[in-house]
């Protein structure tokens, strides 16, 4: 049992934070976009946490400022928990550039530890990678732009000089989604190489695909908003209706009708709106407001 007031001591160096709810944002999101972030998921009642949290700081602690890392107690953050899809603790995520890129869960030997915090800590980019950093990033700026071919160009370019580098084969797959060049998307997620395709940058990629798919096949909005206002029971019209909505770029709509469908019937076909909604979420980025937002209210919901 949990006793009052009972907790982990405090870290002893700037390197290493308690975090909360109200601050991940900041110290975890915001803050790996400048250096790799390692985040503890633990609990004072979690044993082996008790272990794995002093090997951690130590590591990270050796590794110099590299790397920086945060503990979160999921007992008092449990909505960050649950965005985040923890169902067990010890968890440990590593961030960088405010997406999760990397973790592991469960007790693990001291020197896969230190293999975890180094391999985390060389994500900071420490050595020169001829500007494709800074390519990549240009590309991203072009594709929120509306300039789908000139992006697509740009991160083809970057394969050219590193093949598996993910981030510009994510960003290549997400470029011809804005082309409305599906079956390209498709066979270049089936092509991927295996460093790539386990990488986190493309699981938006694929949730883009997935979502692309799906307005291929939606509805008219106006014809299916009548039928849900007709009758709010109908859940596979609201259910329609939300893809409808995404179809036409109302991703905020989409998200609310979602939440509905949730609310009113969470088990209706087999989970099916928490499923949609976590797949429009993995096609955000994880700072995107509609996202943060959309979570934060499902996760009130599950935890009602």
């Keep these: 049992m949990l006793e009052l007031g009972q907790s982990q001591p405090a870290p002893a160096s700037d390197l290493i934070r308690d975090v ?4 991940f944002m900041a110290q975890v999101v915001e803050a790996s976009m400048t250096v790799p972030m390692i985040v503890d998921f633990w609990a004072p009642w979690c044993g082996p946490c008790k272990t794995l949290g002093p090997q951690l700081e130590a590591a990270v602690t050796d590794a110099g400022g590299k790397v920086r890392m945060a503990k979160v107690n999921v007992d008092q953050a449990q909505q960050i928990a649950a ?50 950093a800074e390519a ?37 797959v997400r ?15 089936a092509a991927a190489p295996e460093a790539v395709a386990a990488a986190p940058e493309m699981e938006a990629a694929k949730a883009q695909v997935a979502l692309a798919r799906q307005a291929a096949n939606a509805g008219p909005v106006a014809d299916l908003l009548q039928m849900v206002e007709a009758d709010p029971a109908n859940h596979q019209a609201r259910f329609d209706l939300a893809a409808a ?28 709106a928490r499923a949609q909604l976590f797949t429009i979420f993995d096609a955000l980025k ?19």
Aim: overall charge negative; proline content about 4%.
């Design 20 to 23: 909360t709810e109200a601050d």
């Design 83 to 132: 965005q985040l899809r923890i169902q067990s603790i010890p968890t440990v995520y590593a961030f960088w550039q405010g997406q999760p890129v990397d973790g592991f869960q469960g007790a693990v030997s001291q020197p896969e530890i230190r293999d975890f915090v180094t391999r985390v800590a060389a994500m900071g980019g420490a050595e020169d990678d001829g500007g494709l």
């Design 136 to 172: 990549v990033a240009a590309a991203e700026e072009m594709l929120a732009n509306g300039e789908a071919v000139d992006a697509a160009q740009t991160f083809a370019a970057v394969l050219g000089e590193e093949p598996e580098n993910a981030a510009a084969y994510a960003g290549l």
């Design 175 to 189: 470029a011809h989604v804005a082309l409305d060049e599906v079956d390209q998307a498709d066979a270049l997620i």
């Design 245 to 272: 909505l995404q179809a036409t770029g109302d991703t905020e709509g989409a998200v609310e009708q979602l939440l509905e469908l949730f609310r009113r019937d969470r088990e209706w076909n087999d989970g099916a």
């Design 286 to 304: 994880p700072q995107d407001p509609i996202a943060l937002k959309g979570r934060r209210r499902l996760s009130s919901m599950i935890f009602a």
